[in-house]
């Protein structure tokens, strides 16, 4: 099993784009107490697990056409699992997922289970 690990440093939002920027202020926004998806907020105390995931498209034409032009490329969700409860960031780049788990893993004071690409966070295994 994968845990984050903390990074040196907090990712700052200078290494995303201006549209991911605005992405995330609309549906994300974290401190040093807790996180916030879409209004609801998690004590980072709370979470049990982050997942990252590759957002699913049609293979057909159409699936090419929201994926390409509509996203401009592939997306990922990132998933927060916390007892019961569970609260998605859907259509994300890699870019904006590795900035979203990374503030997770910095601020988080346990570890926290993982599951998804390499490279999005520092990790060790249990």
Aim: proline share 6%; aromatic share 12%; charged share 20%.
């Amino acid at each position: 099993m994968a845990y984050l690990l903390r990074p040196y440093a907090a990712p700052r939002k200078t290494e995303l784009t201006p549209r991911e920027i605005q992405h995330l202020e609309r549906h994300f926004a974290a401190d040093s107490i807790e996180i916030n998806i879409d209004g609801e907020p998690i004590d980072y105390g709370h979470i049990d697990e982050v997942e990252v995931a590759q957002a699913a498209r049609v293979s057909a034409l159409s699936g090419w056409l929201v994926k390409n032009l509509f996203y401009g490329g592939e997306r990922y969700h990132v998933g927060v699992y916390f007892g019961r409860g569970e609260l998605v960031l859907p259509n994300l780049t890699l870019n904006a997922a590795k900035y979203v788990v990374q503030i997770i893993a910095y601020y988080s004071h346990k570890p926290i289970r993982y599951t998804g690409p390499d490279g999005l966070s520092p990790l060790s295994e249990d």
